[in-house]
């Protein structure tokens, strides 16, 4: 390159209209697009007719490649193949494998893939064995090196081909601290022998100094953060800071000592702030300050990534800090929309292929302009986006070593080389490491080569004319999530959940910090009982208290006896009539406006379940959005339900099925989910036309007043809703055996839940009507794990499932049922990963887990602990910090047996079962053994388990591949069977049913012998 070094005056912050060059307008613009299409043409050139060796078309591999590029069936179960095969030891399993991906008989998969198999014989164990190999040796190609070691001479031979490298090694988002800890000495040892080799090498570009090209560290490593620490969330965001630069610093330190160049990569968006505000924060750090060689990633996919990009590069002035800014387009854009369309986020980055390009070359532009302070390392494949940075960097008069060009490993050699020849700094990306901890990282690179819109695939797969590639900046087709459509919501649209908090904005965490403070200012709050809206005080006082420290009282409860129940019951009973009366539609319309109130409210919401139920902040904003998922669905659901049904079809008959509303309607709801249980049972009986005497558990009297008040404001008539607050043994039977209660509406414990069945059913004398009861109970669900399941999802999901809010959903899982190959490695993992989970009070936002509800459940959690002691072995038991909180130990037992009472008894704590099993059949045998029936899961990569799993794990709701708690309203519908419950399932269309009696009226529409014709 010959380019000269000026100073430019640097600008930041004025608006992208006015950029120089490529971006402006006219003549000038034209002259500088014919340059960047010279430059690529001559790049091209260099390339000659050159083809990356994957996409060699006569090779197995290319012809993979082609045939996963023109179908997209067979290109998802190659992949899943080839995620399941580093797992499988055996031949057999491999055959297997490969049986139940490709075997069946309408794939159209073309002979000489040679993936056909029908049966396992010798002959096809061999043939599985050559697949494997054919396999390995595809995804090797992606990886310079299985270890550090062996990655040496392989670096050093780059280098001997005048390519610098930035060793990364594979292996992202940790389980546990000490997985984090081996990760960071992977780097340092790795550092070690860099360190001693580096003395052997010239410097690239023939500069004297030592460095490559002038300016750049010989030795250079790429760092994922979420390596970092094992407990790394967006929610805990300065704790995960603090913790994850304790495992860099020494990284860092030992970098300087060589020179060395450390780059944070950027993973999902999630991290994205928080993998900034770490580089930032670790590069103000007086040891480090203005060390010169690091840097950071940006990723030119996301919509924000300008703005981020201004703010490093006016960071980086004002601290006089020299960074590099590897600029990417990014890496994870199939994975982050589909989170984004399941969070009902929005996509955070551009949804077409040319804002993508268009917005890199913004961005490189950018940065140019400011290679005083940041210098340039344009990581991309494609010819069209080099040639522009080469162009722009030539305008700008940015100087040669301040521009670097990133390629990756076995990816697209032929660009590597014809950069080479160009004589451009040409730095090679190169992951160390075994296939199993690389594997995410494989499979990215796989989709981006067979991607139809992807640069490699145009060039390499399909053979895009070279012109059109160069002017051509990506399509303009749009890559969107789809729309989520659960029930049809008339003019008030379809139902869409309810987006949890992205805690990775700023503004959220610090809005929820105000609203944890301004909460706590008003304790104690006086909940008063309220019949037909009238507040009422009474002695019988019951304290709500925060189970992190019983010290603090966060309501004064007033409870109710008889009387007040009997007051509230007929009250409900006067106020049927004219409620059922009432046209369903403006019933609905009281659910949207309660929606909305509890949308304005949901920060004070989830603060106040912070402290009144001890759940953490995600899990208490979590509650809350259910709540308003319950509400706008319900509302939509009654809009369908409320048109009268045509049925059956005979000439000179009309004849309807509708339904209405059963009377009134006693709902008694726990302390668990104590938003989002209480508003699905009360808003499902108001909308259908019940009145509601509602009893929330002495436990959560606070937000239950604050249920009530929602609905209030949202403008239901006072007398509809009855708040009778009170204790459980004073007016539980009452409420249930009263003649002018209808309908019960229960969620807790079997105990509770039988006891309701049995007195419901015992019909009094004066009553009007037989009672129904909707009663969701408990559940001991367990989770299975096949044989080739994915561990480190496993392990993620399975501490979720088993210790998210201590143990005490109804969903949450309480057998690991393991097949016993994998059990020891599980069993270890799990242990160091629940070692690492971090304990504490629900506030602190980085805690995972904090104290149980109440004194009786923790005694009770404790004495199960102690059974489990006796029957299996002891692998983790963690106390929760907290001296005045109802903490109870997070628990792991081994070894537990079918008949375990660990294994057969709910204990609602967090506390959790391990047992092996011989077979994926044994495996669903054992699962299937107790009482209940609520949820389950399975980890598998056998579609043969999974279709077994369907058939015969009999539980209401059932998993694949994901942990067993955590139903979405209208895409889980939730409840079980057994003992786990005797209704059908919240959040699902057949809810509301249970609420009404249908009703079928049939008119003989024949006078006369006429007819009326339809
Ligand atoms: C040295 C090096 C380091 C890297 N480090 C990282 C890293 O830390 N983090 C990371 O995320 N990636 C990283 N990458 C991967 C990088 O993001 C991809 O290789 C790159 O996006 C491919 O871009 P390209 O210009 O080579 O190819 P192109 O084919 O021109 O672009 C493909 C890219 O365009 C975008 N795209 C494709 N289709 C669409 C669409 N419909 N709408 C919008 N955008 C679309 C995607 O980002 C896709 O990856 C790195 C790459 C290199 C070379």
């Known amino acids: 390159m010959e380019l000269t070094w000026i100073p430019l005056s640097l600008i930041i912050g004025r608006s992208t209209r006015c950029f120089l060059g490529g971006f402006r307008g006219g003549a000038m613009n034209k002259a500088f697009e014919s340059r960047v299409r010279r430059t690529g043409q001559k790049l091209f050139q260099l390339i000659g007719d050159e083809v990356p060796p994957l996409f060699h078309k006569e090779s197995w591999t290319g012809k993979v490649i082609a045939q996963c590029a023109k179908d997209e069936a067979f290109k998802t179960e190659f992949l899943r193949f080839m995620d399941v095969l580093p797992s499988l030891k055996q031949a057999e399993s491999v055959a297997e494998h490969l049986i139940e991906y490709f075997g069946r008989p309408e794939q159209r998969i073309p002979l000489d893939l040679k993936l056909h198999f029908t049966r396992a014989s010798p ?148 991290l994205k702030n928080l993998t900034l505000a770490l580089y930032r924060s670790l590069m103000e750090e007086a040891e480090f300050r203005r060390y010169p060689h690091s840097g950071t990633v940006l990723q030119a996919y996301l919509r924000e990534s300008e703005t981020d990009l201004r703010e490093l590069v006016s960071w980086a002035k004002k601290r006089r800090h020299r960074a590099t800014i590897r600029l990417v387009k990014g890496a994870y854009w199939e994975a982050e929309g589909v989170y984004a369309c399941q969070r009902n986020w929005p996509v955070p980055f551009y949804t077409n292929k040319r804002e993508t390009d268009e917005n890199f070359e913004k961005l490189a532009r950018l940065v140019l302009e400011n290679h005083e302070w940041v210098h340039l390392a344009c990581a991309s494949h494609n010819i069209r986006s080099i040639a522009w940075v080469m162009e722009t960097a030539k305008e700008l008069k940015a100087p040669p070593e ?232 319900y509302a939509r659901e009654m809009l369908r339900l409320a048109v009268p049904q045509p049925v059956g079809k005979v000439p000179g008959e009309e004849s309807v099925l509708f339904y209405e509303p059963r009377g009134v ?186 104290a149980v509800i109440d004194e009786t459940a923790k005694q009770k959690i404790l004495s199960y602990i102690e059974i489990g002691k006796q029957e299996g072995t002891l692998l983790v038991e963690r106390s929760v910090p907290g001296e005045r909180g109802h903490v109870v130990p997070l628990t792991i037992i081994g070894d537990i047996r079918p008949e375990h009472r660990l294994a057969q008894e709910e204990i609602f704590g967090p506390v959790l079962a391990l047992m092996r099993a011989r077979t994926f059949d044994e495996a669903l045998d054992m699962a299937n053994s107790t009482s209940y029936a609520l949820t389950g899961a399975v980890f598998s990569r056998s579609p043969r388990n999974l279709t077994l799993a369907r058939e015969k794990f009999r539980v209401g709701n059932l998993y694949l591949n994901r942990g067993c708690t955590g139903a979405v309203v209208g895409r889980h519908p939730f409840g079980g069977f057994k003992m786990s419950g005797g209704g059908s399932k919240a959040g699902g269309p057949d809810y509301l049913l249970q609420f009404m009696v249908p009703r079928n009226v049939a008119e003989n529409t024949l006078r006369r012998g006429f007819a009326p014709k339809e």
């Open 402 to 633: 301040r521009v670097e060009y990133q390629v990756l490993y076995g990816m697209a050699e032929p660009v590597q080389k014809a950069l080479v020849k160009a004589g451009l700094p040409v730095r090679v990306y190169a992951p160390v490491g075994e296939m199993i901890p690389g594997m995410a990282y494989l499979v990215r690179r796989l989709l981006e080569m067979i991607s139809r819109e992807s640069f490699l695939w145009q060039r390499f797969g399909e053979g895009a004319p070279r012109g059109q590639q160069l002017k051509n900046r990506g399509s303009t087709s749009p890559l969107g999530p789809p729309a989520f459509d659960a029930s049809g919501g008339g003019e008030r649209g379809t139902f869409q959940n309810e987006p949890q908090r992205d805690w990775s904005i700023e503004k959220n965490r610090s809005s929820f910090v105000e609203a944890l403070r301004k909460a706590r200012k008003k304790f104690p709050i006086t909940v008063p009982i309220v019949i037909d809206g009238e507040a009422i005080t009474t002695v019988r006082e019951i304290l709500s208290r925060n189970p992190n420290d019983w010290n603090e009282v966060v309501g004064v409860v007033s409870g109710a006896g008889t009387e007040e129940a009997e007051s509230a019951i007929l009250a409900a009973a006067d106020a049927f009539p004219k409620w059922r009366d009432r046209n369903p539609a403006r019933r609905a319309e009281i659910l949207f406006h309660t929606a909305a109130g509890a949308r304005k409210k949901r920060d004070e919401l989830a603060a106040i379940q912070v402290y009144e139920a001890g759940k953490t902040w995600a899990e208490a904003d979590a509650d809350v959005c259910e709540g308003i998922d319950f509400l706008e669905y």
């Open 123 to 270: 002959a096809s164990l061999k043939r599985a064995e050559s697949i494997s190999k054919e396999i390995r040796e595809m995804v090797e190609k992606f990886i310079a090196a299985a270890t550090p070691g062996e990655a040496l001479p392989k670096l050093s031979d780059l280098r001997g081909r005048g390519m610098a490298f930035s060793a990364d090694i594979l292996g992202e988002a940790v389980v546990s601290e000490a997985e984090a800890d081996a990760h960071a000495q992977r780097y340092l040892d790795l550092m070690e022998d860099l360190g001693r080799a580096q003395a052997g090498w010239r410097s690239l570009g023939g500069s004297d100094n030592d460095l490559d090209w002038g300016v750049a560290a010989k030795i250079n490593l790429s760092i994922k953060p979420s390596s970092l620490y094992s407990q790394m969330s967006a929610r805990g965001f300065d704790q995960s800071i603090s913790r994850a630069k304790e495992r860099l610093r020494p990284v860092f330190r030992k970098a300087m000592t060589m020179g060395a160049h450390i780059c944070l990569d950027m993973e999902q968006v999630d």
């Open 665 to 850: 309607a006693a709902v008694i709801a726990p302390w668990n989910f104590p938003f989002a249980i209480s508003m699905g049972m009360i808003s499902a009986a108001l909308v259908t036309g019940n009145t509601v005497v509602y009893k929330p558990s002495s436990n959560s009297c606070v937000t239950g007043t604050m249920i009530r008040s929602l609905f209030s404001k949202a403008g239901l008539p006072r007398e509809v809703l009855h708040f009778l607050p009170g204790s459980g043994s004073e007016i539980g039977d009452f409420l249930v055996t009263h003649p002018r209660v209808a309908l019960i509406a229960f969620t807790g414990s079997v105990k509770v839940g039988l006891r309701i069945i049995g007195l419901a059913g015992k019909t009094l004398e004066g009553s009007l009507q037989v009672k129904n009861v909707v009663a969701e109970m408990g559940g001991k669900n367990a989770i299975l794990v096949d044989a080739d399941a994915d561990l480190d999802e496993v392990v993620v999901h399975v501490l979720q499932s088993a210790f998210g809010y201590q143990g005490q959903k109804c969903s949450a899982c309480s057998r690991l049922i393991v097949h016993e190959s994998v059990y020891a490695r599980l069993a270890d993992r799990l242990k160091s990963a629940a070692e690492s989970l971090v304990l504490g009070p629900a506030e602190d936002p980085g805690s995972f887990m904090g």
